[in-house]
């Protein structure tokens, strides 16, 4: 996701340092670089060697220190870097940073810096409204190249609880990931339904199947670090998308509560993209009571048919609305997808087998093969989620 992409992470001297390693941890996973700067004080929360050890590179914290592979490390290291993110920013940080002030590893480099800045500021509640941090924060955040993040309300580490908290690694890294992506999609919507859907049988029972919507939160993900409005229809699953500003989640549970969620965003859609899971049948009349065996030696469920969605938004698209499904077939694959793509008036159907190894449900890969009403087939190798929807992507 950010292979050769270069990323400094300042820290500084706050109890939040213990979530940095992780957010380091998330970096060097998705591919990037990176090499910390820390305040001396940072050092006393997390150590240098932790530091290093994730990072897998020596830690700046020392401006004059004879160790230091240049001698102006702090020129050095932004001339290196694509992103910086610093956190913590602590008040005493970000007091500095906003004045200009550059008296230690961390605040030289942040001076330094032309390329996009990312700060998560973490501190007392109280700390966090006073007016001169306010300001300070004002003054960050009208630098071009600086984006603050907002501060999370809950349990802060003197015992109080409020706004102050520092966001979760998770979320410094997915604003990071964003910032870092090519806003191919901006001004775009994006709607796209994933997941599984149930439908009841009785209080305790209900049809489903195996989707864990892992592809579909994927394209939502993409989609938003691109830079469209998505909304993402999601059935019930365990699987979350991370948090972004511009990825709003609708959870569903049926069929008809699919139905209806996508037809209410679809008028105002781009790309619609059908990965969902949906199930064709229901129970014509779910029981209100538990079902019990009762001694037969079989029971007959009659089931009705459920709205068909990609049939319903392929005969409503417009035509600067571009509509994708999902065929998962175990038999005839090319065939049957081909005729969904006619009869359902899609642009573009993405095909995938369960007899093709690592495209099982709740697999973390996928091998699909993408066609288009222009005849082009386009057959993808084995590859992760994410991949694959940046390929599906960059193919709409």
């Known amino acids: 996701m950010l292979t050769g992409k270069h990323v400094v992470v300042g820290v500084s001297g706050g109890i939040a340092a213990y979530k940095t390693p992780l957010l380091i941890r998330l970096l060097r996973t998705a591919g990037a670089e990176v090499k910390v700067a820390a305040t001396r004080n940072a050092l006393e929360f997390v150590t240098e060697l932790t530091l290093q050890t994730l990072s897998g590179n020596k830690v700046y914290s020392d401006v004059f220190a004879p160790t230091n592979d240049h001698s102006t490390e702090h020129v050095s290291l932004p001339d290196w870097a694509d992103m910086m993110i610093i956190a913590p920013a602590t008040a005493n940080v970000l007091g500095k940073m906003a004045n200009g002030i550059a008296d230690d590893a961390l605040t030289t480099t942040f001076l330094a810096m032309a390329c996009p800045v990312l700060i998560a500021p973490a501190m007392n509640e109280k700390m966090y409204a006073h007016p001169a941090l306010q300001r300070n924060l004002l003054t960050l955040n009208e630098m071009a190249h600086v984006t603050v993040l907002p501060c999370a309300e809950g349990f802060l580490a003197c015992g109080a609880t409020g706004t102050g908290r520092m966001l979760e690694p998770e979320e410094i890294f997915a604003a990071a990931e964003k910032q ?157 997808a081909l005729k969904k793509l006619s009869a359902k008036h899609l642009d573009m159907i993405v095909l995938n087998s369960l007899r093709q190894e690592g495209a099982a449900f709740g697999c973390d890969t996928n091998v699909v093969t993408l066609y288009d009403t222009d005849g082009r087939k386009t057959e993808l190798p084995k590859m992760s989620k994410t991949d694959v929807a940046k390929r599906i992507l960059d193919y709409i």
Request: charged content about 25%.
């Open 180 to 336: 870092l992506t090519e806003q191919s999609l901006q001004g775009r919507r994006v709607l796209i339904t994933a997941g599984p859907t149930q439908e009841k049988i009785d209080p305790v029972r209900f049809i489903s199947n195996y989707s864990s919507g892992k592809m579909g939160i994927a394209l939502a993900e993409e989609a938003a670090l691109r830079g469209a409005e998505v909304t993402l229809v999601l059935g019930p699953t365990a699987m979350r998308p991370p948090h972004l500003p511009n990825l709003r989640v609708v959870d569903v549970v049926t069929a008809i509560d699919m139905h209806d969620a996508a037809m209410k965003t679809f008028p105002e859609a781009d790309i619609i993209i059908l990965c969902a899971a949906v199930a064709d049948y229901r129970a014509a009349r779910p029981a209100i009571e538990k079902i019990k065996r009762a001694g037969q030696d079989s029971m007959i469920l009659e089931l009705v048919e459920n709205p068909d969605i990609a049939a319903t938004l392929g005969a409503r698209k417009r035509s600067n609305q571009k509509l994708i499904g999902f065929a998962l077939e175990t038999n005839d694959e090319e065939e049957n």
